[in-house]
């Protein structure tokens, strides 16, 4: 399985996973798909959107990660230092958190639908949250 799509309330995505980069990353994901969750706008982090998920335990180790991701590049936080989370990044994006810089795993990339990323920041930064589903396509 490699193409996801992810819809986010009216807006539609759709990505691949960084399999070689983030393999237990991936797999962990894949195995709990179709995810569901609402998605904010960050509030340290910059110009992205995140998915919060609390003290999550994944068992899954850093991987490809990264603290300055992207537009598009999806990051998966374990947890640590900070809660974990799904960082949905669209546009400059320094990763951190109220302890100070994290780094996620890189382990999504956008491959459709990414001119419409800054919409969804826009949306969930002045209306709020937004439900998200992530899906597989194969």
């Not at 539609?12 to 797999?27: G, K, V, Y």
């Not at 195995?31 to 982090?45: A, G, N, Y």
């Not at 994944?58 to 598009?72: A, C, D, F, K």
Request: proline share 7%.
């Amino acid at each position: 399985m490699t193409a996801i799509s992810i819809t986010a309330g009216p807006y539609s995505f759709e990505a691949a996973f960084e399999r070689d980069r983030a393999p237990r990353t991936c797999s962990w994901f894949a195995e709990h798909l179709p995810f569901e969750s609402k998605i904010i706008h960050v509030r340290w982090s910059g110009e992205a959107a995140w998915i919060p998920l609390g003290d999550l335990t994944s068992g899954v180790p850093l991987e490809n990660h990264t603290t300055y991701p992207s537009r598009g590049d999806i990051l998966f936080y374990p947890g640590g230092i900070s809660e974990a989370e799904i960082l949905f990044p669209y546009g400059s994006t320094a990763f951190a958190s109220k302890v100070g810089p994290l780094a996620g795993n890189h382990f999504l990339t956008i491959t459709s639908g990414a001119e419409r990323l800054g919409d969804l920041g826009r949306s969930v930064l002045w209306e709020g949250a937004l439900d998200i589903v992530f899906r597989s396509m194969d």
